[in-house]
């Protein structure tokens, strides 16, 4: 019923940038709170940042906090990361994810639906 798809991930050096994209399927997207969350190697999955249904509202995790923005087009069934100033210590694989409310959220237990991921490398 429900489709996401990451993509625009890939390596970088340290203080690059990157911009991630997560194309949504339905016609229902601006319903809909987003998030994005990240994986590392052995540790289990963080929040990274999450938008309301308008995009008007956002939360980030301090560890991105004046890094990373999160935006959405619904016209365009899309949201966006642009990831800034990366860190070695952002090196995970990204999920985009959708809550089935229109309120922001950064805990993983309130989406239901999830992307397969894509990978982030950030080299020092």
């Known amino acids: 019923q429900v489709q996401l798809v990451e993509s625009g991930g890939g390596l970088v050096q340290a203080g690059g940038s990157l911009r991630l994209s997560c194309a949504a399927s339905?016609?229902?997207?601006?319903?809909?709170?987003m998030g994005w969350f990240r994986q590392a190697p052995g540790k289990e999955r963080d929040f990274v940042a999450s938008i309301n249904w308008s995009g008007g509202s956002t939360i980030y995790a301090d560890s991105v906090k004046g890094r990373f923005t999160i935006s959405r087009d619904n016209a365009k069934n899309t949201v966006y990361l642009q990831m800034n100033s990366l860190k070695p210590d952002d090196t995970a694989v990204y999920y985009c994810?959708?809550?089935?409310?229109?309120?922001?959220?950064?805990?993983?237990?309130?989406?239901?639906?999830w992307g397969q991921g894509t990978q982030v490398t950030v080299s020092s």
């Open positions: 339905g016609r229902t997207f601006s319903s809909y709170a």
């Open positions: 994810a959708k809550r089935n409310s229109a309120s922001y959220s950064s805990r993983a237990t309130n989406y239901d639906y």
